[in-house]
Every structure is written in C-alpha cells, then in structure tokens.
C-alpha cells in the first residue's frame, strides 16, 4: 500500500476514535451513563495515542473529559486539575519509572509512595486564611463547576484548619460507601426506578445536585490525597500527615516503594486490601516522593510527569453465547441483548448482556455459539468485550446480523441522523404500545399495581388498550379476556387504576415517555410548572428555564404536546380527571414558575416553611446558584452568594420583600 494510502488510513482511524472518545466522554462525564467500562475506555484511549504517535502532524487531543454540567456556576482552579498517566500493563510501571529517572538524570532508585486509585470523582478544595471558600470539580481541568454547599455536607470534612498559607488547595476524590450505593439502589429496585449504573456514577451526579439538602441525605464521603497551589511541605508523605492532623478524611493506606523491585508485590498488596477499602479503588497510583523532585518533573499539559497509575483490570469470565434476541423499546429502539450460557462473575449470576447497539454488535463480530468474554466492573448490566475466535469450531459460525426490520411489525428500521441506535418507523408498532403502557403503568411512573407485562400484552392483543388513557377507560367485562383473572383480581386492579388519578404530577409527565424525559427531568419540570396545564401549554423558551432542559430537549417537549397523535392524548387525559397533589395552591406572579435560593438568616420563618410558602405560591426553591435562579433571597449576614448573585445581576428580595410578596396574593 502506498504511503500516503496508509496514512490516509490511519488519519480516517484517528477521526473516527476522537469521535467515539468524545460520545464516551459525554456519557461518563456529563450523563453519569457509561456504555462501556473503563478498560474498554482505556483500550479506546491508548489505540488512539498510538496512532496519533504514528504521524507526528497529529497533534494529539486525548485529554481528560469535561464534567462541567452547564447549569452550575463555574470557578478557576489556581493551579490546573490533571489527569494520570496509567496503564494495565506492570511492564510499563517499570518503563514509566525509567522515563523518571531519566528526566532526573540519576541510575538510583526513586522513592514512591503506592497508594489506592479511588474511583470515584476529582474535587478541588480552596481553603482560603484557613476557611473553606470553595469546592470545585476538575470540570475541563481548568475551570470546575462550583458545588461547595454540596461539598459542606459531607460529613467529617474540617471547615477550617489551622496554621495553613494563606490560600491551600487541597484536593481529593468524593466517593459513595458501597453500602450506602447497594442500599439507595436497593431502595430504588423496590420502587420500580432505574437504578444507578454504578458508585461512581451516583456520586457525580449528586454532587451536581442543585438541592444540598438531597445531597446531604446520600451521605456522599470524601478522600484527600494531594495539594494544589499551597504546599509547603517536602514529602507527599508528609501531606497525608499534615491532612490527618488537621483532620481530614486523608489517604491512609500508603505504601512506600523504595526500590523498584517492590513495585509488583506492593501493587499485589493493594490489589488484596481492594475488598476491605471503603470505596472502590481501580488502581494504584505511584507518586514520587520528594516534592522537590516532584516540582523539577513538573506537569505536561495532560498529566504530571511525577505520577502515573497502575489499573486493575475488571473482573472477566467466559461463557457461550446463546442467542441474541432484539427487542423493541417503548420508543422503538431496537436493543440487541446477548442470552449466555450462566456464569459466576463478580459473586453474581450473570445470564444476559447487553450488546448496545448495532456497532456494537458489528464491530465485535459477536456469533451465536461463539465462546465471548463477559465483563462486569461495577456497572450493572454487563457487557461482552470480546469474542475469543480460536474457539469458533472449523466450520464457523452464521454472522449475526442486525434486523432491518422491525421484529414486531415489519416496517423498515431507521437510523436519525446523529444516533447511534436504530429504531422501528412503524410508528406504534404493537411492541411499542406494549411497552408504552406498560412503562405508564410502571412503580416508576403511575404505579398500577397489577398492570404488569403479561396483561397489558394480553389487552392490546385483545383490542382493548390502544393508548395509555384506554387504560382508565377499561371496565370488568373488558377485563374478562384474562385467563386466571377473577372477580377479586378484577376488583383489585380496576381500584389500583382508579387510585392511580390522586398522583403527583412528575409521575403523569414521567409515565408518558416523552423523548429525553426521565425521572430526573420529569420532577424538575413538575417542580418548575407545578401544574399540568401550564407544562403542555409552554413555550420553548419557558422550557429552557428548568434546569437540566437545553434547547434540544426543550423543543422536544413542546413537539411532543403539539403532535397531532398527542394532542387527541393529551385531550383524553385532561378527561381523565387526574388530580395533583403537589400543584401550587395559590397562583402568585412573584412566585409562579421562579427558582429561588435562600441564603443567610431569615428571622420570621425557619428555611423550611420559607421554601414550603414559596412552593405553594408556585415557585420552587434550590441550594445553589446557577444560572437558571431568578431570586435570591437574601437573610442577615448573607455572604459569598450574595456577591455572586450580585455579578450575576439575579433579582435579590429582603426577608421583607419576600413578606410584602406573599401578602400580594
Ligand atoms: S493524584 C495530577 N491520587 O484519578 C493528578 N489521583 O485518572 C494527581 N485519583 O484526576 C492525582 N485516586 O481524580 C491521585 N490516590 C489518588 C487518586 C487519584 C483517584 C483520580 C484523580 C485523577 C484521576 C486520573
């Protein structure tokens, strides 16, 4: 092949990378949704460097993903936040150390401290004349969002400290107790909610959380490990010491790696503690020492030369590949899902996995009977990552390939421009109206106790639910067509329907599966509009005010109460009669549809009944300033919010203003 063919080739690999890099960086860091692990991140990450390495015009992009969420208010880091270096491979631990030394021009050996990679999400802590000013994340490693009133409420974690420079930036990973993750979510199987993909993943989006006070009930902790600006200390060492002193939460399970002939059985020790860490750890980070040594390596703009980290690689296990089933999703994506011959991986039975998406399933080559390696680290569902193809008997094995119809109606699959999944263009499909309901009538969404699957199946079948609002049209005789049905479980689930109408109005916006609507997004709506007539009759604008809606979204919703499908649903659940039980109670212009934050001492209510008068007259109150708050309401001795909402020109209201406003009614 000609030269400039191959390079041709590799340019076009690089595009394509940088690409699928970027998709995954989204999901990790702004969704809190991974697809794909960290070591198949990782593999992505380093088959890119080393084609960027190839051709030395390409300079390389692969920095660390941006967790800013948008919506926070941003602050610089003083010193930039970086990433590590890291590796799967011991070789490389050793080949790292020879590129220290090297850069030290000294043959002896270099001092490291060896110490477990948390897993879980960078924040930096500006201490300033001994106060805790601010906390950021690492965001693009230069500026970070701003969640200190979130970071307060981590419990242990000193306000203060003593005998420190006049500013110190200390920084470290929050994290979530494995137990308090395995209960929320346990909370949430019970309920019927999605559950969150892993630690990691809940830890970041509650720190985004904009309510402090739903932060402070996850009980979010914190791990100190390193020094930004401020450090006046001669050994990394010596930081944790300084950090315990002063009481913080600071890494403790240290090693020290005098030579490198250690490093393997120190990594081996770390690896064995893995199971006793409070947090999940994924690595082992080696730190030089001496922090004189530390600043003559310095940084490149990545990643500090002084620090690299040794990755665990995820638990991983063998099976058969079964079948593959495609199913079709309420919204008509088709989901490919791997059916394994069982097998016992991280302690669980594991019998499915997801295959993500058509490229997925191309790129991997995956064929039924092929012997595929399945991988779970961490997340819940788990994914094949690989095929072993020395397995594949002689004859081969029928390639996989990916419908072009729908399983259920036939009609022609599409693929909208910018998406990965593809999905069915027969409009409501019958699959679709299946899952439609029964998504509607899900623990997550209404709550109809008894309208699972099997029956709604059975009743589309029948012809007697067509949408979700036949649902509180059907009466005992249309409830005949169930086999095993009697005049009790008849009884029970037509009460279960009725009781359905009393509800709170995230859950009717949530249970209609409108695009990009979740449970999340569904509650900010409910908690901005506060009344089911406002939302549908919103314009985008309005839309794009609650948090967590950008303009995409927010032109979806508005189509979607505009489609002349919906339109005839929305006028069928208007006559339903479903009442709300946390709409506003009075209509206030000062309140309806405003964010507010409350800061300071308030001297005639307590926070609470301030932000209970404030909901009831429409508005809806959060714990930290963004750009989408309309008030601050400021008590006595208000501080650093007060400046910011001044900078940010948010309309600020006295005690007595906020009085004079809720006596206007
Ligand atoms: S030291 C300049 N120590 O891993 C970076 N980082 O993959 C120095 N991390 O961004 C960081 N545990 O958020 C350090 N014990 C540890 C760590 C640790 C987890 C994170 C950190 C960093 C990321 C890089």
Same mark, same amino acid.
């Given at each position: 092949?000609?030269?400039?063919?191959?390079?041709?080739?590799?340019?076009? +690999?690089?595009?394509?990378?940088?690409?699928?890099?970027?998709?995954?960086?989204?999901?990790?860091?702004?969704?809190? @949704?991974?697809?794909?692990?960290?070591?198949?991140?990782?593999?992505?990450?380093?088959?890119?460097?080393?084609?960027?390495?190839?051709?030395?015009?390409?300079?390389?992009?692969?920095?660390?993903?941006?967790?800013?969420?948008?919506?926070?208010?941003?602050? +610089?880091?003083?010193?930039?936040?970086?990433?590590?270096?890291?590796?799967?491979?011991?070789?490389?631990?050793?080949?790292? /150390?020879?590129? #220290? @030394?090297?850069?030290?021009?000294?043959?002896?050996?270099?001092?490291?401290?060896?110490?477990?990679?948390? /897993?879980?999400?960078?924040?930096?802590?500006?201490?300033?004349?001994?106060? *805790?000013?601010?906390?950021?994340? @690492?965001?693009?490693?230069?500026?970070?969002?701003?969640?200190?009133?979130?970071?307060?409420?981590?419990?242990?974690?000193?306000?203060?400290?003593?005998?420190?420079?006049?500013?110190?930036? #200390?920084?470290?990973?929050?994290y979530m107790d494995s137990k308090i993750f395995q209960k929320i979510n346990e909370e949430r199987r019970n309920s019927g909610e999605t559950l969150?993909?892993?630690?990691?993943?809940?830890?970041?989006?509650?720190?985004?959380?904009?309510?402090?006070?739903?932060?402070?009930?996850?009980?979010?902790?914190?791990?100190?490990?390193?020094?930004?600006?401020?450090?006046?200390?001669?050994?990394?060492?010596?930081?944790?010491?300084?950090?315990?002193?002063?009481?913080?939460?600071?890494?403790?399970?240290?090693? #020290?790696?005098?030579?490198?002939?250690?490093?393997?059985?120190?990594?081996?020790?770390?690896?064995?503690?893995?199971?006793?860490?409070?947090?999940?750890? /994924?690595?082992?980070?080696?730190?030089?020492?001496?922090?004189?040594?530390?600043?003559?390596?310095?940084?490149?703009?990545?990643?500090?030369?002084?620090?690299?980290?040794?990755?665990?690689?995820?638990?991983?296990?063998?099976?058969?590949?079964?079948?593959?089933?495609?199913?079709?999703?309420?919204?008509?994506?088709?989901?490919?899902?791997?059916?394994?011959?069982?097998?016992?991986?991280?302690?669980?039975?594991?019998?499915?996995?997801?295959?993500?998406?058509?490229?997925?399933?191309?790129?991997?080559?995956?064929?039924?009977?092929?012997?595929?390696?399945?991988?779970?680290?961490?997340?819940?569902?788990?994914?094949?990552?690989?095929?072993?193809?020395?397995?594949?008997?002689?004859?081969?094995?029928?390639?996989?390939?990916?419908?072009?119809?729908?399983?259920?109606?036939?009609?022609?699959?599409?693929?909208?421009?910018?998406?990965?999944?593809?999905?069915?263009?027969?409009?409501?499909?019958?699959?679709?109206?299946?899952?439609?309901?029964?998504?509607?009538?899900?623990?997550?969404?209404?709550d109809i106790d008894g309208l699972g699957e099997a029956v709604v199946r059975k009743l589309v079948e029948g012809g007697k639910l067509k949408t979700?609002?036949? &649902?509180?049209?059907?009466?005992?005789?249309? *409830?005949?067509?169930?086999?095993?049905?009697?005049?009790?479980?008849?009884?029970?689930?037509?009460?279960?329907?009725?009781?359905? +109408?009393?509800?709170?109005?995230?859950?009717?916006?949530?249970?209609?599966?409108?695009?990009?609507?979740?449970?999340?997004?569904?509650?900010?709506?409910?908690?901005?509009?506060?009344?089911?007539?406002?939302?549908?009759?919103?314009?985008?604008?309005?839309?794009?005010?609650?948090?967590?809606?950008?303009?995409?979204?927010?032109?979806?919703?508005?189509?979607?109460?505009?489609?002349?499908? /919906?339109?005839?649903?929305?006028?069928?659940? @208007?006559?339903?009669?479903?009442?709300?039980?946390?709409?506003?109670?009075?209509?206030?212009?000062?309140?309806?549809?405003? &964010?507010?934050?409350?800061?300071?001492?308030?001297?005639?209510?307590?926070?609470?009944?301030?932000?209970?008068?404030?909901?009831?007259?429409?508005?809806?109150?959060?714990?930290?300033?963004?750009?989408?708050?309309?008030?601050?309401?400021?008590?006595?001795?208000?501080?650093?919010?007060?400046?910011?909402?001044?900078?940010?020109?948010?309309? #600020?209201?006295?005690?007595?203003?906020?009085?004079?406003?809720?006596?206007?009614?």
């Amino acid at each position: 092949m000609p030269l400039s063919k191959e390079k041709k080739k590799i340019q076009k +690999k690089i595009l394509q990378l940088r690409a699928e890099i970027d998709r995954h960086d989204r999901l990790y860091y702004k969704d809190s @949704r991974p697809e794909i692990s960290d070591f198949e991140y990782d593999c992505l990450k380093s088959e890119l460097l080393h084609l960027e390495s190839l051709l030395p015009e390409e300079t390389s992009q692969t920095g660390p993903g941006d967790d800013r969420s948008g919506y926070l208010l941003t602050r +610089k880091h003083y010193l930039p936040m970086l990433s590590l270096e890291n590796t799967y491979n011991l070789e490389e631990v050793f080949e790292f /150390d020879a590129r #220290i @030394r090297k850069l030290l021009a000294t043959e002896k050996d270099v001092e490291y401290v060896v110490e477990p990679k948390i /897993d879980g999400l960078a924040v930096n802590l500006i201490y300033e004349n001994g106060e *805790l000013k601010c906390a950021l994340t @690492r965001g693009n490693g230069v500026e970070g969002d701003d969640v200190t009133d979130n970071v307060k409420t981590i419990a242990g974690l000193p306000l203060a400290i003593e005998n420190a420079p006049e500013r110190i930036e #200390i920084r470290g990973e929050v994290y979530m107790d494995s137990k308090i993750f395995q209960k929320i979510n346990e909370e949430r199987r019970n309920s019927g909610e999605t559950l969150f993909a892993n630690a990691r993943n809940l830890a970041s989006g509650t720190l985004k959380l904009m309510d402090s006070e739903e932060v402070r009930a996850r009980h979010l902790k914190i791990l100190l490990y390193g020094l930004g600006t401020g450090n006046f200390l001669k050994k990394q060492c010596e930081i944790y010491e300084f950090l315990q002193k002063n009481g913080f939460p600071a890494q403790e399970f240290y090693l #020290i790696c005098g030579k490198m002939g250690d490093a393997k059985a120190i990594i081996g020790r770390l690896k064995a503690m893995r199971d006793r860490l409070p947090y999940a750890t /994924d690595g082992a980070v080696f730190k030089v020492n001496d922090c004189a040594l530390q600043e003559r390596l310095g940084a490149t703009a990545k990643a500090p030369r002084w620090a690299f980290a040794y990755k665990f690689e995820p638990e991983r296990a063998e099976t058969v590949l079964r079948n593959v089933i495609f199913q079709v999703g309420r919204t008509g994506v088709i989901t490919p899902v791997a059916e394994l011959a069982p097998v016992n991986l991280s302690c669980s039975w594991v019998s499915r996995a997801t295959l993500h998406n058509a490229d997925d399933v191309a790129k991997k080559d995956i064929r039924v009977g092929d012997t595929v390696i399945v991988e779970k680290s961490g997340e819940i569902i788990p994914a094949i990552v690989g095929v072993k193809l020395e397995n594949r008997p002689p004859g081969g094995l029928e390639k996989l390939n990916f419908p072009r119809n729908c399983p259920c109606c036939g009609a022609a699959l599409v693929r909208l421009a910018g998406e990965v999944a593809w999905r069915c263009s027969g409009g409501d499909c019958a699959e679709q109206v299946v899952q439609k309901i029964v998504y509607f009538a899900s623990k997550a969404a209404m709550d109809i106790d008894g309208l699972g699957e099997a029956v709604v199946r059975k009743l589309v079948e029948g012809g007697k639910l067509k949408t979700v609002a036949d &649902i509180y049209a059907l009466g005992k005789e249309d *409830l005949l067509i169930l086999e095993n049905f009697g005049d009790k479980s008849v009884k029970f689930l037509l009460s279960a329907i009725e009781r359905s +109408k009393k509800t709170v109005l995230w859950r009717l916006i949530n249970a209609l599966g409108i695009p990009a609507i979740g449970e999340k997004t569904a509650k900010d709506l409910a908690h901005y509009f506060r009344d089911w007539d406002i939302l549908v009759a919103a314009a985008v604008e309005e839309l794009e005010n609650v948090r967590g809606v950008g303009k995409k979204v927010a032109q979806g919703i508005f189509d979607y109460f505009r489609s002349a499908e /919906d339109v005839g649903l929305m006028e069928k659940i @208007r006559q339903i009669g479903f009442t709300f039980a946390d709409v506003a109670t009075h209509y206030n212009p000062h309140f309806s549809q405003k &964010i507010f934050v409350l800061t300071g001492a308030l001297q005639q209510f307590t926070r609470h009944q301030a932000r209970e008068l404030i909901e009831k007259n429409g508005g809806s109150v959060v714990g930290a300033l963004s750009d989408k708050v309309d008030v601050l309401i400021a008590g006595a001795d208000a501080g650093q919010k007060l400046a910011a909402a001044k900078q940010k020109n948010i309309e #600020i209201w006295t005690e007595m203003d906020l009085v004079e406003k809720l006596s206007l009614e």
